[in-house]
T-cell receptor
Framework: GDSVTQMEGPVTLSEEAFLTINCTYT??????LFWYVQYPGEGLQLLLKATKADDKGSNKGFEATYRKETTSFHLEKGSVQVSDSAVYFCALSDQGAQKLVFGQGTRLTINP | NAGVMQNPRHLVRRRGQEARLRCSPMKGHSHVYWYRQLPEEGLKFMVY????????ESGMPKERFSAEFPKEGPSILRIQQVVRGDSAAYFC?????????????FGDGTRLSIL
């Protein structure tokens, strides 16, 4: 079945550091890929998405590129801020299947 | 606020009681999804509903759990005879169409605690 694997957390960085959170997936079809962010006590918010190979999703300085050849969708940001501290989830939805399949989440803490 | 609304935000039940979780989708959305998040884990799909129909319940436990999305009113996730292992955050999401390219919009969740 479909699955998503994220890098182990937690991740702790200093402000203005470069961020990469790895995400790889397994899917039977051609999935759409998403990154969601969850702040403490809240629901998930869509951060960015990509719906086909080589698409790049971007939002609030975050980027991720849909790499079909490596089945990856790594999240990157050039200079993180304290306000980026949250849990980040990579997810996919396969064609014809509306449900989202999530990775286990990566907790990110940014220190000033 | 036209977002996905869930209530209650927090729910405490004793073992053996019933829990009812409510979800009102975003305006114009007729597709509702329920997910469960255990502590320090990702979200796991439970059920997908459209108005008056269950489309996919492949993630629902076989017993004690049920869901509905009536023609009028919110979607309800019902857990009968709750046990300690039901303690989790339950999230509802909605989308305007069945299109898997469309992102789902999430509510803030209901945190269920079983005493």
């Amino acid at each position: 079945g479909d699955s998503v694997t994220q890098m182990e957390g937690p991740v702790t960085l200093s402000e203005e550091a470069f961020l990469t959170i790895n995400c790889t997936y397994t899917a039977t079809g051609y999935p759409s890929l998403f990154w969601y962010v969850q702040y403490p006590g809240e629901g998930l918010q869509l951060l960015l998405k990509a719906t086909k190979a080589d698409d790049k999703g971007s939002n609030k300085g975050f980027e991720a590129t849909y790499r079909k050849e490596t089945t990856s969708f790594h999240l990157e940001k050039g200079s993180v801020q304290v306000s980026d501290s949250a849990v980040y989830f990579c997810a996919l939805s396969d064609q014809g299947a509306q449900k989202l399949v999530f990775g286990q989440g990566t907790r990110l803490t940014i220190n000033p | 606020n036209a977002g996905v609304m869930q209530n209650p935000r927090h729910l405490v039940r004793r073992r053996g009681q019933e829990a009812r979780l409510r979800c009102s989708p975003m305006k114009g959305h007729s597709h509702v999804y329920w997910y469960r998040q255990l502590p320090e884990e990702g979200l796991k799909f439970m059920v997908y509903l459209q108005k008056e129909n269950i489309i996919d319940e492949s993630g629902m436990p076989k017993e004690r759990f049920s869901a509905e999305f009536p023609k009028e009113g919110p979607s309800i996730l019902r857990i009968q005879q709750v046990v300690r292992g039901d303690s989790a955050a339950y999230f509802c999401a909605s989308s305007p169409t069945w299109d898997s390219n469309q992102p789902q919009h999430f509510g803030d969740g209901t945190r269920l605690s079983i005493l």
